[in-house]
T-cell receptor
Framework: DTAVSQTPKYLVTQMGNDKSIKCEQN?????MYWYKQDSKKFLKIMFSYNNKELIINETVPNRFSPKSPDKAHLNLHINSLELGDSAVYFC???????????????FGPGTRLTVL | AQSVSQHNHHVILSEAASLELGCNYSYGGTVNLFWYVQYPGQHLQLLLKYFSGDPLVKGIKGFEAEFIKSKFSFNLRKPSVQWSDTAEYFCAVNSYNQGGKLIFGQGTELSVKP
């Protein structure tokens, strides 16, 4: 009965590799997000999708590419991984369509990415 | 640009002490305000939120927060903390027409000594 799930929970990889993180929500929400939490625990939004459409794209390197096959899934693909990509990546979802933002975001458990 | 500032980086309290964590934001328009908690090794959970109405908001686990519009503040309080409140606390803001984007403060680590 997990609301927002992410896989994998831990990801350790070498510099230069390409990796993906998957996110799924079973809440029937329209909007999904990716946030990055750095080593100082600072959280910053990366992307959001509403019904498979990109809504927010912060100044993230184009090595990061989100993909939303349907509104319940938002995956994050990272090319040519760098040391600075090491962080915890959180997926989140919210009910509404990205207009008046009075809805709560529900977060997944996070994926800890370590780039060696 | 919107920003959120949390005054305290690390707060250490003994059990039963009272807690107040500061949060200030900068944005001139209508905002929605949130406090999230992240227990060690876990995901973020919503403690409470303010959208409109009574500026004193009550959340889960005995937490409350007060929105003071004139001070652009949304401080989190709890009268008596427990060891289980040890966690990282994040204040966050979003505003209309921002697509739901949450702007987070830098977080406050709370350590409660038994």
């Amino acid at each position: 009965d997990t609301a927002v799930s992410q896989t994998p929970k831990y990801l350790v990889t070498q510099m230069g590799n390409d990796k993906s993180i998957k996110c799924e929500q079973n809440l029937g929400h329209d909007t999904m997000y990716w946030y990055k939490q750095d080593s100082k625990k600072f959280l910053k939004i990366m992307f959001s999708y509403n019904n498979k459409e990109l809504i927010i794209n912060e100044t993230v390197p184009n090595r990061f590419s989100p993909k939303s096959p349907d509104k319940a899934h938002l995956n994050l693909h990272i090319n040519s991984l760098e040391l600075g990509d090491s962080a915890v990546y959180f997926c989140a979802s919210s009910p509404l369509s990205g207009g008046p933002s009075t809805d709560t975001q529900y977060f997944g458990p996070g994926t800890r990415l370590t780039v060696l | 640009a919107q920003s959120v500032s949390q005054h305290n980086h690390h707060v250490i309290l003994s059990e039963a002490a009272s807690l107040e964590l500061g949060c200030n934001y900068s944005y001139g328009g209508t905002v929605n305000l949130f406090w999230y908690v992240q227990y060690p090794g876990q995901h973020l959970q919503l403690l409470l939120k303010y959208f409109s109405g009574d500026p004193l908001v009550k959340g889960i686990k005995g937490f409350e927060a007060e929105f003071i519009k004139s001070k652009f503040s949304f401080n989190l309080r709890k009268p008596s903390v427990q060891w289980s409140d040890t966690a990282e606390y994040f204040c966050a803001v979003n505003s209309y027409n921002q697509g739901g984007k949450l702007i987070f403060g830098q977080g406050t680590e709370l350590s409660v000594k038994p």
